[in-house]
């Protein structure tokens, strides 16, 4: 088992949710990297204005994706995942 550091974290952790942004722009939502380090994605429904949290950490061997309203899914889904935000936020 490999020790990562934070650094590293915060990288991966910023990678994964720039995907998941370019994905979710493309589906006609906006969205914006927030917090501390760029750890939190918020994205916004454009006509509803209705907005989701969306972090991703580390779980078991991988990474995931969680959101609010209890939205967990494998980084490897990121299209996926920006379908599902898309339907919740318009």
């Known amino acids: 088992m490999s020790v990562v550091g934070e650094r590293e974290i915060a990288e991966v ?3 994964h949710l720039a995907a998941l942004a370019y994905e979710v722009e493309a589906r ?6 927030a917090g501390p380090d ?3 994605l918020g994205v916004v ?3 509803t204005r209705r907005q989701i949290m969306v972090v991703a950490t580390p779980v078991g ?22 379908d599902q ?3 919740l936020l318009t």
């Open 45 to 47: 429904g454009p006509v």
């Open 38 to 40: 760029e750890t939190v």
């Open 61 to 82: 061997s991988g990474w995931s994706y969680l959101w609010s309203g209890g939205g967990m899914a494998d980084v490897a889904r990121v299209s996926g995942v920006a």
């Open 13 to 15: 952790r910023r990678h």
């Open 85 to 87: 935000l898309a339907r």
């Open 28 to 33: 006609g939502l906006r969205c914006r990297l």
